[in-house]
């Protein structure tokens, strides 16, 4: 198969495999084209299966602890009655501020038994963007992990919570019988949800597919992170489709995630296939580039969720006889780059890519089922691909105000068609929904959810990402709005004027946020450190800007707009006389101003951002 094409013959060489797996494909098609939102299928009901028919089967595996799915079933019944015994309804909201531990998990599925959805906050963010997240959603309570209780006092008095015990506290320990002692203003969670019982909690008013069961943040396109609710059904269809269409998971199969657990790609699509198949997921708080194959070969796992960087990263450490010393054989996730894709199958010896493409909000998913190389795969839902205006997340419209589809293979914005049966749920602020649906675009009438996403079609109808355009860009894994970070840089006091956009590193995925701006004293020198500092008290570390230009004045087309493109193609370079160019190094603590030979050095590859 060509790197770029996929053809009828090569779906027909995969069909033996797929066919050997039936059952399963049938299943995940029931599962991921289920509709009825009243229909008493849920997260908690998941769980619940699989305690039943494997009760003794490890569910979560975390450092040296081991918790079945019998003992998953229990604790979180436990936290469903204490939830249920602290006033909270179907239809409230708590916000979960943790790492990568069973304590999370356990907590999401107590509050879906319940019908309270969980706010899966970035334990990346801090101060203004923190409180921002947890005020968008209403919670009646926040519940944080000793690990994060100072990102949690930064924001105290700045948010709003709706309960008499608001803030809930989880030691960092193994809290089924270690519950620590919680700080001032915190209740011990784990101790009270110790004296509540195992048993499943019984409701009046039933939670049924169509609730909201998390929400999860997008930074979107304009200013700070949107929160996007995500329904019990959206469990459901990673649970066919990902579980048993992409993975045919098992009982026996583990699921090593790395993948923070706020994200819809760990969250939902990860154990959302672990669910389906009885399996394990073994988990661990953070990525670890030197750690990854050891963990991989002490939880036996066989599949593994991923980003594209996260595959960078292990194709960057040495060469090692230990390479094919594991047992994985297949891979879940997105954003693998089809220049390392069969470099990274090859070197360490998988078989299955299930390269998927989807959004948290959206409607719209794709997933490699045939293991084609180089693509994320089909969709069964209505999408087409349409013309755009460059540099923006903006579609063309003829003389008639319609869009028009791109020709075959040829780069066009994603849309998908929002109907019954392919509903977008959106985001909690309905301006913010507006915004992302396309009205009228092909007939009068019809609408379609605008995934500001370019990708082009390499046959089959196979689709193969190129761009995320508009105000955001990706990198370390993460979405980063331009907005947002111009509004913080915006509030330091520092600059007049801020402009900030996402350029091209050699060798990296994604692409590494930069500010060109307008110091607020341009006579004076620029203090690039105070920025710096200001930038790690109020934005995660993949949002900071990794390279700063400090310039006298900013272009401007006629209509008052920056010319984004323009400023965009000057990268990093030092092109411009009388401008100075700072970056944040690997392992500095702060900006170093650029000078010819360093920037040589980062073209040539030899900084590894």
């Known amino acids: 198969m060509s790197q770029d094409i996929v053809t009828a013959r090569d779906i027909l060489r995969s069909l033996p495999t797929v066919l050997k797996k039936f059952p399963y494909v049938a299943k995940g098609l029931y599962y991921y084209r289920l509709k009825d939102d009243n229909k008493d299928l849920t997260l908690g009901r998941l769980v619940e299966r699989n305690a039943d028919k494997y ?346 105000g319609r869009l028009e589809e791109v020709k075959k293979g040829q780069p066009g914005l994603l849309i998908g068609e929002i109907n019954k049966k392919w509903a977008f749920e959106g985001y909690t602020q309905k301006e913010a929904t507006e915004k992302s649906i396309l009205r009228d675009a092909f007939k009068k009438g019809d609408a379609w959810f605008n995934t500001g996403d370019v990708l082009k079609e390499i046959g089959c109808r196979h689709l193969q990402f190129v761009d995320r355009m508009g105000d955001t860009f990706r990198w370390k894994g993460e979405n980063v709005s331009t907005t947002e970070v111009e509004n913080i840089i915006d509030g330091s006091g520092m600059v007049q004027e801020a402009i900030v956009y996402g350029v091209e590193i050699p060798n990296t995925n994604g692409k590494a946020g930069m500010v060109t701006l307008v110091p607020q004293n341009p006579e004076a020198s620029f203090d690039a450190d105070k920025l710096f500092a200001y930038l790690q008290d109020n934005l995660p570390p993949y949002a900071i800007p990794v390279f700063v230009r400090v310039t006298h004045a900013i272009e401007k087309t006629g209509t008052f707009k920056y010319r984004k493109v323009d400023i965009q193609k000057l990268g990093y370079s030092l092109s411009s006389p009388h401008e100075e160019v700072y970056a944040w190094l690997p392992g500095a603590s702060g900006y170093t101003q650029l000078t010819p030979e360093l920037v040589a050095d980062i073209d040539a590859g030899g900084v590894r951002f």
């Open 55 to 400: 009760p003794q089967r490890p569910a979560i595996l975390f450092d040296d602890r081991t918790i079945t799915w019998s003992e998953l079933d229990a604790w979180s019944n436990r936290v469903a009655h204490y939830l249920k015994d602290q006033g909270l309804v179907k239809g409230d909201a708590i916000a979960v501020l943790l790492d990568n531990r069973p304590e999370l998990l356990a907590t999401v599925v107590g509050a879906a038994k319940v019908g309270v959805a969980c706010a899966m906050l970035n334990t990346s963010q801090k101060g203004k963007v923190l409180a921002h997240s947890i005020n968008l959603i209403q919670p009646r309570m926040l519940v944080v992990g000793a690990e994060l209780v100072d990102h949690a006092e930064g924001v105290r008095d700045d948010i709003q919570l709706r309960h008499t015990k608001p803030l809930q506290y989880l030691a960092d320990a193994n809290t089924l019988n270690t519950f620590g002692e919680a700080p001032q203003g915190y209740t011990n969670m784990a101790l009270e949800v110790s004296q509540r019982s195992s048993t499943r909690p019984m409701l009046t008013n039933n939670v049924t597919m169509g609730d909201t069961a998390v929400y999860l943040y997008t930074s979107g396109t304009t200013g700070l992170p949107k929160a996007a609710p995500g329904s019990h059904r959206k469990f459901i269809r990673a649970y066919g489709g990902f579980g048993m269409l992409s993975l045919a998971m098992e009982p026996e199969d583990v699921l090593y995630c790395t993948l923070p657990l706020y994200h819809g790609t760990a969250l939902l699509v990860c154990w959302g296939s672990v669910l389906a198949g009885g399996s394990a997921i073994a988990l661990r708080r953070k990525f670890s580039a030197s750690a990854f194959w050891d963990d991989v070969r002490k939880y036996n796992a066989t599949t593994f969720g991923y980003v594209g960087e996260l595959c960078r990263y292990l194709l960057n450490q040495p060469p090692s006889a230990q390479d094919r010393n594991h047992g994985l054989t297949k891979m879940i996730g997105n954003g693998l780059r089809p220049s390392i894709w069969t470099e990274f199958k090859e070197r360490f010896g998988i078989d299955k890519v299930a390269e998927l493409y989807a959004s948290s909000e959206g409607n719209i998913g794709f997933s490699n089922f045939f293991n084609m190389d180089n693509t994320v795969g089909f969709s069964t839902a209505p999408y087409k691909l349409v013309k755009y205006h460059e540099g923006t997340r903006d579609p063309i419209r003829n003389s008639k």
